[in-house]
């Protein structure tokens, strides 16, 4: 059983077994009184950061909180009952006699291996201490001694707690985000000692040395905690980092006057060196991407507004990943699909410098429905830039970068299956969505959501792969002089022309009818997008469902066929389509071949809506 459980159990929380000694406190006619003291604990903020009870907004929570009773001399006694409410927010202490004593409160907000709590006998002696040398205590303590008296009236008294160690952060200082991806190890030495423990009256001792104290965290917070000392401290920070050939270098920044404040936040500054820091590569590595503007599109709470704007969300079918520069000079990135995409390599060509293609950007991920918006480091200073000769490239900062001064184009892994499908898809549709007449009180037109807008766009990529495999006019050799429209034989070449020509689906949603379709017009009810996927039918299943007759029916109408025929109604084009498409998702030939890899993706809310 480690020390601090050993402690808890002697003197902590609940009906502690020790007696209280007959000769201490109290005068001779109140001998053998008793009486009780009711101690309200509140919780006080500093620059390190709010102390709270629940770990709310950001603050720091107490997770355990321990106290001791000493007498006026500051030695520990023992008593009958102590009774610590749940939330921390209570202490009662009941049989202790009449007189003076103190009560010390040791809080733990956030823990630390490197911390022991230890069984003081008295103030001098340590409560709080270092576990190892070489490092700080690197945890956040809260401390608070109270005298108070017990007398004939009740006792009451308010405890505020405060911060017992002081907070140091280490502030790196990078000319672009990209470079962040370099740094591997960040550690601390100090030149002078710390304290090494806090002893039970409040009071720091000991000495102890913080040397190659490795603070590094991929999050990018570079902090820890410490003892307060009395005097300012110096030393240095040594930071490892890479080359983009993998080979590691380390670079040592010193400070002076530190000071280590109880509550406080002591900052050292680095301007942060690189041998790469003038490259204007935008390099986007995958654990930093918390530090660019990248979010996802069609999150179950992204507004109508959003993604009913066509400027905002719309795609064409042979180009899922959207790349381009916006007026404000940011790079911009839009990705249509839900699955991952790697190692993203973008080309920039300066028109008004040079001829000579450049590597402008790498992500290495993209990530399901990814939007982004880059800053450049060409934006903010003078770069240079790796060409595709092997030259570097000079460019001057360029505060003012639009899309008329850089010509770009992109690439990705050529080995990626989304993408390799998407590539053989003949039909460039554009796709977005709309409300039709849902706000104006429509018969049959509702809201599209955002998880729906994902069908249709899985939905939209199916479609358009399946018309453009071979497998789609194999099939048709079966319907030859089969398929009907006004008394019209409808031929493969027909066929393939209307399609050619097609612009796109404006997809919605709809109720009380099964669909609604004709020229870009395409609505389907909530069923209809999901279980148009090969996965909604078991294999060797019959690939004729409701939702692929109503999509195949409504889509008919896109290419201008009418009731009059077996283009719409009769089972005739509408099972030639859902065959090869099904057969195609069992094989796993289609861009997407089964609907959970839509329901896979966080949504913040998995729950279809079906608003009115």
């Known amino acids: 059983m480690n020390k601090i459980n050993k402690f808890l159990m002697g003197c902590s929380v609940v009906l502690l077994a020790g007696c209280a000694s007959d000769d201490f406190m109290g005068d001779i006619s109140d001998a053998g009184k008793a009486g009780t003291a009711t101690f309200t604990i509140t919780t006080g903020d500093s620059e390190i950061g709010v102390i709270t009870r629940s770990g709310k907004n950001d603050s720091k929570a107490i997770s355990d909180l321990i106290w001791l009773v000493s007498d006026t001399e500051g030695n520990i006694i023992d008593h009958h009952y102590g009774r610590l409410e749940n939330d921390f927010s209570r202490l009662t202490l009941e049989g202790l006699k ?85 740094i591997k190890r960040v550690s601390v030495n100090f030149n002078e000692e710390v304290p090494s423990a806090m002893d039970a009256g409040g009071s720091y001792i000991g000495s102890a040395h913080v040397a190659d104290y490795d603070i590094y965290n991929p999050d990018g917070d570079f902090s820890f905690t410490t003892f307060p000392s009395e005097t300012p401290v110096s030393g240095y920070v040594e930071i490892e980092s890479t080359l983009d050939d993998a080979e590691n270098f380390i670079e040592r920044y010193e400070f002076s006057d530190l000071k280590l404040e109880a509550g406080k936040i002591a900052h050292i500054n680095i301007h942060y060196r690189h041998p790469e820091r003038e490259t204007g590569l935008l390099y986007v590595a995958t654990n930093e991407q918390w530090r660019f503007d990248i ?116 690439e990705w892994d050529k080995d990626d299956a989304f993408m390799n499908k998407v590539a053989q898809i003949k039909y460039n549709w554009y796709i977005r969505f709309s409300p039709y007449g849902a706000d104006a009180g429509h018969a049959s037109w509702r809201h599209m959501t955002p998880l729906l807008c994902r069908f249709g766009i899985g939905l939209a990529y199916d479609m358009t792969y399946m018309f453009s495999s071979p497998e789609f006019p194999e099939e048709f050799k079966n319907w030859e002089g089969k398929l009907i429209d006004n008394d019209r034989i409808i031929t493969l070449e027909e066929i393939q022309t209307r399609l050619g020509r097609h612009a796109g689906l404006l997809m919605g949603r709809v109720e009380g009818v099964l669909g609604l379709g004709g020229g870009q017009t395409f609505g389907m009810t909530t069923d209809r997008y999901t279980d148009f996927f090969p996965d909604a039918t078991p294999v060797g299943g019959n690939t004729f469902n409701g939702a692929r007759q109503t999509v195949f029916h409504e889509f008919a109408h896109c290419l201008d066929y009418s009731h009059n025929g077996n283009m719409t109604y009769g089972q005739a084009w509408t099972v030639l389509c859902a065959k090869v498409l099904v057969e195609l998702g069992w094989a796993d030939k289609l861009p997407v071949s089964r609907r959970s890899d839509i329901t896979r993706l966080p949504m913040e809310s998995s729950t279809l809506q079906s608003e009115q």
């Open 98 to 182: 009449y007189g003076d004593y103190n009560l010390i409160f040791l809080a733990t907000l956030e823990g630390s291996d490197n911390a022991s709590i230890e069984s003081p006998r008295n103030f001098t002696e340590p409560w709080l201490a270092i576990a190892e040398e070489g490092k700080p205590l690197d945890g956040y303590y809260c401390y608070k001694k109270v005298p108070f008296s017990v007398g004939q009236d009740s006792t009451n008294v308010d405890v505020i707690l405060e911060h017992s160690a002081s907070k140091v952060c280490v502030d790196v200082d990078i000319p672009t985000e990209s470079l962040w991806r370099h």
């Open 295 to 410: 979010r996802t599109m069609l999150l179950a709470d992204e507004p109508r507004e959003v993604f009913y704007n066509n400027s905002e969300r719309g795609f064409y079918t042979t180009a899922p990943l959207q790349i381009w520069m916006r007026d404000d000079g940011k790079l911009a990135v839009r990705y249509y699909s839900p699955y991952t995409l790697k190692d993203v390599r973008v080309k920039a060509r300066f028109n008004k410098i040079s001829s000579e293609w450049v590597d402008f950007a790498l992500i290495e991920e993209v990530n399901p429905f990814m939007e982004a918006f880059f800053d450049l480091p060409i934006t903010h200073k003078d770069c240079v830039f790796d060409g595709e000769s092997g030259r570097k490239i000079k460019v001057p900062a360029m505060p003012n970068l639009s899309p008329a001064d850089v010509t770009i184009k992109f």
